[in-house]
């Protein structure tokens, strides 16, 4: 019925969704939160790990929000998420661990409550998915080769088992990398599938060469305004 919320797991799909952070500072510099020493300065990052239809369904791409009474109850994220989803989380100095951010509670909130996975179990999935991709830890090594330089689009996307969608900015200037995955039965992440031709139409660039920004290079007119 009109305005119910979608039903968690009612999909086939996952997209996994990694940003190039140098890029996305560039745009957004008070929501950065890479360094330049940090790992997510020269490896891509986790956005998010989205449940989403093949077809879309009734103008719909992908289900959300499908529990507003879902409390995001779990305080710890997995470890590697300091260097790999820094977005996500926020260190606590007394304990020594990564705990949830405002980007994981959000996460969880529009997406993790449709994939019919508990909160440890959603977050472990995104983090298994990264790790099952080329490159160290999720970043294929023909990026981590040319930052601040540029790849040949068809040569990233041949680092790539399956169809994937690669989003630039007007300057063609990697923005972000979109995975596709197969849902197993129990809800889980199973192997990477093409991405569908609806995730490919909005998420993909059409450049022929891609720039992998360095850290603090953006380029001429990307900076953002002074108010």
């Not at 239809?53 to 300091?82: H, M, V």
């Not at 040569?155 to 596709?180: G, P």
């Amino acid at each position: 019925q009109s305005g119910m919320a979608p039903l968690a797991g009612d999909f086939d799909v996952y997209l996994l969704a990694q940003t190039w952070a140098p890029q996305f500072c560039c745009g957004k510099p008070d929501r950065c939160t890479t360094a330049s020493f940090a790992l997510s300065a020269r490896r891509l990052s986790l956005h998010g790990l989205w449940p989403g239809y093949s077809q879309a369904r009734e103008g719909d791409t992908f289900p959300a929000n499908c529990s507003t009474k879902a409390k995001l109850l779990t305080t710890q994220l997995p470890r590697e998420y300091i260097d790999l989803a820094p977005a996500f989380t926020k260190w606590n100095m007394e304990k020594h661990q990564a705990e949830v951010g405002s980007l994981a509670k959000h996460e969880w909130l529009k997406h993790g409550t449709c994939s019919g996975l508990s909160p440890e179990e959603y977050f472990a999935e995104a983090l298994r998915a990264m790790q099952a991709l080329p490159g160290d830890r999720g970043t294929p090594k023909v990026i981590e080769e040319h930052i601040g330089g540029e790849v040949p689009t068809p040569a990233l996307r041949s680092e790539y088992a399956k169809r994937v969608a690669l989003r630039a900015d007007k300057q063609c200037a990697l923005a972000e990398v979109t995975t596709c995955w197969r849902k197993e039965d129990d809800g889980r992440v199973g192997e990477q599938v093409d991405c569908p031709e609806h995730v490919m139409r909005g998420r993909d660039t059409k450049c022929a060469s891609l720039r992998i920004n360095q850290f603090g290079q953006c380029l001429r007119g990307q900076q953002p305004k002074k108010k």
